[in-house]
């Protein structure tokens, strides 16, 4: 099991049906198996699926596996998934093209299922290992949560995704109201404890299957939510600010109220590719601007 308590996700990726049920029945007690019976299909499957590693055939008609390897690392949303080629080519010429265009190992055909399974292991430990260590560069030093350089990475990807598929994209924008009054009253060191609790009262507030919370900069925060509609994404922000209402982290230097409040600018629809992130930031923001002008604590939507 993953480090999220499910199966690692395997893309099997071959022409030949037999091969495809022969990994199934392999693979199927330890991982999520999933198939493709060409390049294109293993294309569209691992732009939609984000496998953990895939495994691909060399030899295929229309689009053999090097194209198929070339496309995936050429694409930010596969990029970084391990590719096993399996393959009944021998000669040293061909593993090296492939290790050279990426590919993380080699498999023969016929295949040792001990074999395969031994290298999937260790590919997709490899990756583990990599993904912990990158991700110390993608955290927030004073709240602990991801920070913008994480949040433009996933927002990036996530609205690609939603894109391809035609999905709904949401983004939620808050402050953190009267901050400046805040720190004045009670100093900087309480100030970082009240950060602190924010984030915590944010990150904890999503379902982690639903979102992604990141401090955006100061006291804003944001709240990416690829694939949820208008509505679940207004839904959301409202329990996000009483989940910051019912913190009761004391604010006496604040005009709206004796406890520390949060405004939260929302922003979604259905992407087309008339949109951009950089768009639906500033439509969430001004959504964040009404609820200032509003008194503050409060849920502005704005649709697109």
């Not at 955290?139 to 995704?161: C, H, M, Q, V, Y």
Request: aromatic fraction near 6%.
């Amino acid at each position: 099991m993953s480090s999220e308590g499910r199966k690692p996700k395997v893309l099997a990726v071959d022409d030949d049906r037999m091969n495809i049920n022969m990994l199934i029945g392999l693979l199927e007690d330890e991982y999520d198996v999933l198939a493709a019976i060409n390049g294109a299909m293993g294309l569209k499957a691992a732009g939609r699926t984000n496998p953990d590693l895939i495994l691909l055939d060399i030899t295929m008609p229309d689009m053999d596996g090097y194209e198929v390897l070339n496309q995936l690392k050429a694409d930010p949303l596969t990029k970084d998934i391990p590719v096993i080629f399996i393959t009944g080519l021998t000669d040293a010429e061909d593993e090296a093209k492939g290790l050279d265009l990426g590919a993380s190992d080699y498999v023969s055909k016929p295949f040792n299922a001990t074999v395969v399974k031994a290298r999937i292991r260790t590919q997709l430990r490899l990756k583990e290992q990599a993904d912990q260590l990158a991700a110390y560069a993608f955290l927030d030093g004073l709240t602990g949560i991801p920070n913008r350089r994480s949040f433009d990475d996933k927002a990036a990807e996530g609205f690609e995704r939603c894109l391809r598929n035609q999905m709904d994209f949401g983004l939620i924008l808050l402050d953190v109201d009267h901050f400046k009054f805040y720190n004045d009253h009670y100093g900087h060191a309480q100030g970082d404890e009240c950060l602190k609790a924010v984030a915590h009262a944010i990150a904890s507030g999503i379902g982690s299957e639903e979102g992604m919370a990141a401090r955006y900069g100061g006291e804003e925060f944001v709240v990416l939510l690829p694939g949820v509609q208008a509505a679940r994404c207004e839904s959301i922000a409202e329990s996000l600010r009483a989940g910051v209402w019912d913190m009761n982290f004391e604010h006496a230097a604040s005009p709206v109220a004796d406890r520390v409040t949060g405004s939260f600018g929302v922003a979604a629809g259905k992407v087309s590719a008339s949109n951009s992130v950089e768009q639906i930031l500033e439509l969430a923001d001004a959504g964040l601007y009404a609820c200032k002008g509003g008194g503050r604590n409060c849920v502005t939507l704005k649709t697109f």
